[in-house]
Nanobody, 118 residues
Framework: QVQLVESGGGLVQAGESLKLSCAAS????????MGWFRQPPGKEREFVAT????????YYTDSVKGRFTISRDNAKNTVYLQMNNLKPEDTAVYYC???????????WGQGTQVTVSS
């Protein structure tokens, strides 16, 4: 059974940092893109960042560019999201995803809550 398990969320103050991890099990995603999404309170889920299979290409939504960094460790089947200079508007449930085809991500984690206080 394939599982993606996020960790590292929590409550922080504005300007602080958090690092999210997403560990995959049940199959290897070392040849697949992985990504992070988030769902703010009362809003739809939105794209945050994605990384290609080798970690050499990354893409971010404009609101997190320069503050967030996505990376991966294929030996550990894990993707990370380093979040610096957090803002209250970053408050959301953060989800990792793996293996995208035609814009559809096939595997999702259960989410981890990130709350940023002002």
């Amino acid at each position: 059974q394939v599982q993606l398990v996020e960790s590292g969320g929590g409550l922080v103050q504005a300007g602080e940092s958090l690092k999210l991890s997403c560990a995959a099990s049940g199959r290897s995603f070392s040849t697949k893109p992985m990504g992070w999404f988030r769902q703010p309170p009362g809003k739809e889920r939105e794209f945050v960042a994605t990384v290609n299979w080798s970690g050499t290409n990354t893409y971010y939504t404009d609101s997190v560019k320069g503050r967030f960094t996505i990376s991966r460790d294929n030996a550990k089947n894990t993707v990370y999201l380093q979040m610096n200079n957090l803002k209250p508007e970053d408050t959301a449930v953060y989800y990792c995803a793996a293996d995208v085809h035609s814009g559809v991500w096939n595997y999702w984690g259960q989410g981890t809550q990130v709350t940023v206080s002002s």
